[in-house]
């Protein structure tokens, strides 16, 4: 193992993240169209909007399940639509390999040794970040994006940074809730008025394909749809407590564990002497990144790369790590990114893993370790670093 670790240098280990991701696009498309109908769903309905047709609904001939996602992703989609299903495939999961990639590049560029923080980050999060690649999802575009947005938000870019917020927004609309980081740094109202004009241009895009009226529809089926989505897996607290302690499946028990999740996530930001502090920064976005996961009801296996994420940046933030440290570390790496693949037999999965939400667990006491170490952080009166150019 440790041979292994020293053969993969950083460049070695971003080649080995294009190849292996590009490759699983290859592996789904021959064993056939049930593999790969996550990217059928994201590439084809450009064809209903090349004919004026809802792009909400059934549409079994281009792929099935609901299209869940804002009509301005159908837009952005339309390269794809026209590339063969296998070239598709292959070309989508690049997109999302180096989006994600730039993200972590960047955002650790301020690091003391960012080379190294750069490798330690990306070997904690290949296993979640394949099992993303595997099911041909948005989620490490998304979590690309979102640390972009945060990098050029710290180095007062607020337009490019604007930017990815809002592309976040229209392909899965919880990743926009990164821009709340822009409390921590200058240039508020510019940042502002960035968002809003963003968000307008994002949101009219297609309008170069379909009349006013007929987005304005699709947009109302878009949030219909988004409020009648069923739930997901549930692989985060929620999960947790009707696993474990027999909660009941309803809206209002769901609404009381949001709320003491969103409650215990926004107490820290009450530490206002900290707020120009790059270490209480950095322990936030990792706090954040957790909190998206383990505490949303539509939380399944793919979206962890965001979770892991998370525990990635938390584990770069320790000059020391204890031995504490050490072992949660090693819990998400076998039960929250090894849990799913083969090295644990079939019947363990199903019978233990799975119906238990364990994959959650190791994220949610990481969650609680960076959220006693932000509380125990020391007030300073110390200047952030300069910013990475």
Same mark, same amino acid.
């Given at each position: 193992?440790?041979?292994?670790?020293?053969? $993969?240098?950083?460049?070695?280990?971003?080649?080995?993240?294009?190849?292996?991701?590009?490759?699983?696009?290859?592996?789904?498309?021959?064993?056939?169209?049930?593999?790969?109908?996550?990217?059928?769903?994201?590439?084809?309905?450009?064809?209903?909007?090349?004919?004026?047709?809802?792009?909400?609904?059934?549409?079994?001939?281009?792929?099935?399940?609901?299209? !869940?996602?804002?009509?301005?992703?159908?837009? $952005?989609?339309?390269?794809?639509?026209?590339?063969?299903?296998? $070239?598709?495939?292959?070309? =989508?999961?690049?997109?999302?390999?180096?989006?994600?990639? &730039?993200?972590? =590049?960047?955002?650790?560029?301020? %690091? !003391?040794?960012?080379?190294?923080?750069?490798?330690?980050?990306?070997?904690?999060?290949?296993?979640?970040?394949?099992?993303?690649?595997?099911?041909?999802?948005?989620?490490?575009?998304?979590?690309?994006?979102?640390?972009?947005?945060?990098?050029?938000?710290?180095?007062?870019?607020?337009?490019?940074? &604007?930017?990815?917020?809002?592309?976040? $927004?229209?392909?899965?609309?919880?990743?926009?809730?990164?821009?709340?980081?822009?409390?921590?740094?200058? +240039? +508020?109202?510019?940042? @502002?008025?960035?968002?809003?004009?963003? /968000?307008?241009?994002?949101?009219?895009?297609?309008?170069?394909?379909?009349?006013?009226?007929?987005?304005?529809?699709?947009?109302?089926?878009?949030?219909?749809?988004?409020?009648?989505?069923?739930?997901?897996? #549930?692989?985060?607290?929620?999960?947790?407590?009707?696993?474990?302690?027999?909660?009941? !499946?309803?809206?209002?028990?769901?609404?009381?564990? %949001?709320?003491?999740?969103?409650?215990?996530?926004?107490?820290?930001?009450?530490?206002?002497?900290? =707020? !120009?502090?790059?270490?209480?920064?950095?322990?936030?976005?990792?706090?954040?990144?957790?909190?998206?996961?383990?505490?949303? +009801?539509?939380?399944?296996?793919?979206?962890?790369?965001?979770?892991? /994420?998370?525990?990635?940046?938390? =584990?770069?933030?320790?000059?020391?790590?204890?031995?504490?440290?050490?072992?949660?570390?090693?819990?998400?790496? @076998?039960?929250?990114?090894?849990?799913?693949?083969?090295?644990?037999?079939?019947?363990?999965? +199903?019978?233990?893993?799975?119906?238990?939400?364990?994959?959650?667990?190791?994220?949610?006491?990481?969650? &609680?370790?960076?959220?006693?170490?932000?509380?125990?952080?020391?007030?300073?009166?110390? #200047?952030?670093?300069?910013?990475?150019?």
């Amino acid at each position: 193992m440790q041979r292994a670790l020293r053969f $993969l240098t950083l460049p070695r280990l971003l080649g080995l993240f294009v190849f292996l991701f590009c490759l699983v696009a290859v592996q789904n498309y021959l064993l056939g169209f049930g593999n790969y109908n996550n990217y059928l769903m994201f590439a084809k309905p450009f064809h209903n909007l090349l004919l004026n047709k809802s792009i909400y609904g059934l549409h079994p001939n281009l792929y099935d399940d609901n299209y !869940k996602y804002s009509p301005t992703f159908a837009w $952005l989609m339309g390269p794809f639509y026209y590339l063969p299903n296998l $070239l598709g495939m292959i070309l =989508w999961n690049l997109l999302n390999t180096l989006v994600l990639l &730039a993200g972590v =590049w960047f955002y650790l560029s301020d %690091e !003391k040794d960012p080379a190294k923080q750069r490798r330690v980050a990306l070997l904690i999060i290949i296993l979640e970040a394949l099992i993303t690649a595997q099911n041909l999802q948005s989620n490490n575009l998304i979590v690309g994006a979102m640390l972009l947005g945060l990098y050029h938000l710290r180095n007062e870019r607020v337009w490019q940074a &604007a930017f990815f917020f809002v592309l976040c $927004l229209f392909i899965k609309f919880y990743g926009v809730a990164a821009a709340g980081f822009f409390l921590f740094y200058p +240039k +508020k109202p510019q940042f @502002i008025l960035a968002m809003v004009v963003w /968000t307008f241009l994002f949101a009219i895009a297609p309008l170069t394909m379909i009349p006013l009226d007929n987005l304005l529809a699709e947009y109302r089926e878009w949030f219909d749809v988004i409020v009648v989505s069923k739930l997901g897996l #549930q692989v985060s607290v929620m999960g947790i407590a009707q696993a474990w302690f027999g909660m009941a !499946k309803t809206d209002s028990n769901y609404r009381i564990i %949001e709320a003491i999740g969103a409650t215990l996530f926004l107490l820290p930001f009450l530490r206002f002497s900290l =707020w !120009k502090d790059r270490l209480f920064q950095r322990r936030m976005v990792a706090y954040f990144l957790l909190f998206m996961i383990v505490f949303n +009801k539509m939380a399944e296996s793919p979206t962890y790369v965001l979770a892991v /994420t998370g525990v990635a940046l938390w =584990w770069v933030t320790l000059d020391e790590p204890t031995r504490f440290d050490q072992i949660l570390l090693a819990l998400v790496i @076998i039960f929250t990114s090894l849990s799913p693949t083969d090295i644990f037999p079939q019947v363990v999965q +199903k019978q233990f893993f799975q119906p238990y939400n364990i994959k959650a667990l190791p994220c949610l006491l990481v969650w &609680a370790r960076v959220q006693y170490q932000i509380w125990t952080q020391p007030n300073t009166d110390s #200047q952030p670093l300069q910013p990475a150019l």
